[in-house]
């Protein structure tokens, strides 16, 4: 009785995650910004203000950061465009299976696994960042560089 329980306590945690990353999905998708602005490059030269502000980053490193910057955006990008696919295929699989409970778990399983490996891209980006302070900078990165990130995620949805 209790294993049935945990069952259908995964099975709604899985159907609450899946509808979650299918509206995350859509609202990527769907999001349109104002014609003439984009919000990745103000984020972007924020950031590079950050570093060369508060950091002490010199003009090299601050070119360093928008190369590994605009090398991320683009394996992002890829990453969400495939994601995409995935999802599309994932409705098919299920579909296809009359959303049987194993298809739904199964399907679950690999949106964790995509999901997983964009958190590792983002903490590597964040690494290879770290990599270009010099010994001196790396307090100051430290401590200060998760700070600015929220700041700026607040900040946006103030603009909302």
Not at 97 to 117: L, V
Request: net charge positive; with cysteine.
């Amino acid at each position: 009785m209790t294993n049935i329980k945990n069952n259908t306590l995964y099975l709604w945690l899985i159907g609450i995650l899946f509808i979650a990353n299918i509206a995350m999905l859509a609202f990527f998708l769907l999001h349109k910004k104002p014609e003439g602005h984009s919000g990745r490059e103000d984020r972007q030269n924020m950031i590079a203000k950050f570093l060369h502000d508060d950091i002490n980053f010199t003009d090299a490193q601050v070119a360093d950061y928008r190369m590994l910057s605009n090398r991320h955006m683009e394996k992002m990008k890829n990453m969400f465009d495939s994601l995409g696919n995935t999802k599309d295929q994932q409705f098919k699989n299920l579909a296809a299976n009359d959303f049987s409970d194993s298809i739904m778990a199964e399907q679950a399983n690999a949106s964790g696994h995509n999901q997983e490996r964009i958190e590792l891209q983002m903490f590597q980006h964040l690494k290879n960042i770290r990599a270009i302070c010099t010994p001196a900078q790396l307090p100051a990165f430290d401590s200060l560089f998760v700070k600015v990130l929220k700041r700026n995620k607040q900040d946006g949805k103030k603009r909302k």
